[in-house]
């Protein structure tokens, strides 16, 4: 038998390694640790359950027990690794890319993450791109142009376009020190 337990805010590695750590401070031998999901061996018990949800939220994560929230965070933590580790999800149709991994039909994913975050998919989609660019153009290795192939832009019209739409300021206006508003990925 095998449990699944569903963290919110995994957003990288570290976040992974941190969940490990804690899993091993209480002798739980995860199957496997993605972005927010942890497989193990077994069930575990509700004591172990509250002590790993208490210490997780001392490191900013949390145990989600709503399966509605629990589908909502696969689909950000889906949709954060395709953006920001993968770079892939313009060369795959995304709606049907969420329902091949969620195993549901697109329409009512797209309808409870909009219910639930106040938001659309497409829009979440954006914002994630718009702090991978923020993170590209402070590290200054790539050119606009670079950051625009990388991301799939039609342009870098389009993506100045946008990056302004959002944050009020040209790529050009953020590089040269109008803004230094990063924000953690599980705040986008």
């Not at 942890?38 to 997780?56: F, H, M, P, R, Y």
């Not at 313009?90 to 091949?100: F, K, V």
């Not at 109008?178 to 990925?185: A, H, T």
């Amino acid at each position: 038998m095998e449990e699944v337990l569903r963290i919110k805010n995994m957003v990288c590695d570290r976040c992974i390694m941190a969940v490990k750590s804690e899993l091993e401070k209480l002798d739980i031998e995860p199957l496997s640790v993605t972005l927010g999901e942890v497989k193990v061996a077994g069930i575990i018990s509700d004591a172990q359950k509250e002590v790993l949800g208490t210490n997780l939220e001392k490191i900013g994560f949390e145990l989600i027990g709503d399966k509605k929230h629990q589908l909502i965070e696969r689909v950000k933590n889906i949709i954060i690794e395709l953006v920001h580790h993968k770079h892939t999800y313009l060369t795959i149709n995304l709606s049907d890319y969420l329902s091949e991994q969620i195993e549901l039909d697109y329409s009512y994913i797209s309808k409870l993450f909009s219910e639930t975050e106040h938001t659309t998919i497409e829009k979440f989609v954006i914002a994630q791109k718009i702090e991978r660019v923020k993170e590209l153009i402070s590290y200054n290795e790539l050119t606009l142009s670079e950051i625009a192939d990388h991301l799939h832009y039609s342009s870098v019209a389009h993506l100045s376009g946008q990056f302004k739409k959002i944050t009020g300021m040209t790529p050009s206006e953020y590089k040269n020190g109008g803004g230094k508003d990063r924000k953690p990925l599980n705040e986008v």
